[in-house]
C-alpha cells in the first residue's frame, strides 16, 4: 500500500492506495504543522487519521508512508515527524518526510521536475531541476519581498481605501465592499480590525478575494493590483528558474503549477504571466491544479520510494479519476 498525508495548520488529508491505484481510503483530520501543534496534538490528529482508515492488516516493509508537511523544513522538525509517526505506525514502512510544497507540484507533474508558485495569504516559489536538484524563491515572510501574496494584495486595497477617505472622497464601490467585509460602517472602524494582536497578518490578506472578485468584473484599480502582483510572481519564478538551471541546457518547455487562493481564482494574473513570459521567451508552460494535493503525496511516495514502484499511466488513470469521482461527491454533499 500507499499512504499519502498532506498535512498544515489548519487541516490534514491522508489517503491509503493499493500498487493499482484504487483509493482504499481517504480520509480528514486537523492540523499537523510542527511549527504551529506540539507533539501531543499533532500525534493525537495522526493517531485519528490512522484509525479512521480502518486497514486489515499491519503496515509491513512492503508499504510507502510519505508526508507532505508545512514547516518541516528547518529546526530538526524532519526528524521529530518522523519519529512521531513512527510511534504510531512502527519500524517496518517506509517513511518519507518532505515539505508540501512537493505535493503541490507532484499533483499536476506527477514525479516529474518543474516549478510550484504558491499565492495565497503567502507566497513562495519552489522548484526541482532534471538532477533532483532542489531550490525556493521567497517565502521569507510578510515582510519581506512576498510581492504575490494575499497580504501584499491586501495592503494596496487599504492603501487605497485610506488614500480616498483622506482626500476627503465619498466611499467608492471598492472601499463600501472593503466595510462590508470587515462589517463596519466607517473607514476609520477598519483600524482595530486589522491591528488587532495575532490576526493582522491574516486579515489584510483576506481582502485579496475582495480585489480578486472586483479584477474579475473588470475594475481597474484590482486589475493594475492584481498586474503588479503577477510581475512580482513572474519574477520569482524566473530567479528560481535561473537558479535552478544554472550552466545547465535549458528547457523547452517547463511546467509552472500555480496554486493558492489567490493565483486560482485571478484570471487576471495568469492572463497577465501567460502574456509577459511570452514577450520575455521564457519557456514557461503554467498550469492550474486539475488535482488536490494529496494526489502528489501518492506520486512524491512513488518518486522516492526504495520499493522499486513507478507510476504507470494506468495507474495515474485509476487514481485521479476516483480521485475526481470523489471531490464531485463531496462537493454534492456539502464538503470542501
Known amino acids: 500500500m500507499i499512504i499519502g498525508i498532506d498535512g498544515g495548520g489548519t487541516k490534514t488529508t491522508g489517503i491509503v492506495v493499493n500498487e493499482q491505484g484504487n483509493i482504499l481510503a481517504k480520509e480528514m483530520v486537523g492540523p499537523t504543522n510542527p511549527n504551529s501543534s506540539n507533539y501531543e496534538l499533532v500525534k493525537n490528529e495522526l493517531e485519528t487519521l490512522f484509525s479512521s482508515f480502518h486497514l486489515k492488516k499491519a503496515l509491513t516493509f512492503d508499504d510507502v508512508v510519505f508526508a507532505g508537511i508545512s514547516g518541516v523544513e528547518s529546526g530538526g522538525k524532519k526528524e521529530w515527524f518522523s519519529a512521531l509517526l513512527r510511534e504510531i505506525i512502527g519500524d517496518e514502512p517506509e517513511v518519507i518526510i518532505d515539505n508540501d510544497a512537493i505535493t503541490a507540484l507532484y499533483s499536476e507533474t506527477k514525479g516529474k521536475p518543474g516549478i510550484v508558485s504558491i499565492s495565497g495569504t503567502g507566497s513562495i516559489s519552489f522548484g526541482i531541476n532534471e538532477d533532483n536538484e532542489r531550490a525556493r524563491v521567497g517565502g521569507w515572510g510578510y515582510l519581506i519581498q512576498d510581492e504575490s501574496s494575499g ?16 482626500k476627503g472622497k465619498e466611499p467608492c464601490e471598492l472601499s463600501s465592499a472593503v466595510m462590508k467585509h470587515f462589517m463596519v460602517k466607517e473607514i476609520p472602524n477598519i483600524v482595530p480590525h486589522v491591528y488587532e494582536l495575532g490576526t493582522t497578518r491574516d486579515r489584510i490578506a483576506s481582502l485579496g478575494s475582495v480585489a480578486v472578485s472586483f479584477s474579475n468584473k473588470g475594475d481597474k484599480l484590482c486589475t493594475s493590483i492584481l498586474e503588479e502582483a503577477a510581475n512580482g510572481m513572474l519574477k520569482e519564478i524566473a530567479t528560481l528558474y535561473e537558479k535552478l538551471n544554472q550552466g545547465k541546457r535549458k528547457n523547452d518547455s517547463v511546467p509552472i503549477v500555480l496554486t493558492g487562493g489567490i493565483i486560482q481564482h485571478a484570471t487576471v494574473m495568469l492572463a497577465y504571466l501567460e502574456q509577459k513570459a511570452k514577450q520575455r521567451g521564457l519557456p514557461f508552460q ?51
Request: aromatic share 8%.
Open 151 to 166: 497580504f501584499s494584495i491586501g495592503k494596496r486595497v487599504l492603501d487605497h481605501v485610506f488614500e480616498q477617505h483622506d
Open 286 to 336: 503554467f498550469i492550474l491544479p486539475s488535482m488536490p494535493p494529496i494526489a502528489g503525496t501518492i506520486y512524491a511516495a512513488i518518486k522516492n520510494s526504495k520499493n522499486g514502484l513507478k507510476v504507470t499511466p494506468t495507474f495515474s488513470k485509476v487514481l485521479e479519476e476516483e480521485l475526481r469521482i470523489q471531490t464531485r461527491i463531496s462537493k454534492e454533499d456539502g464538503y470542501t
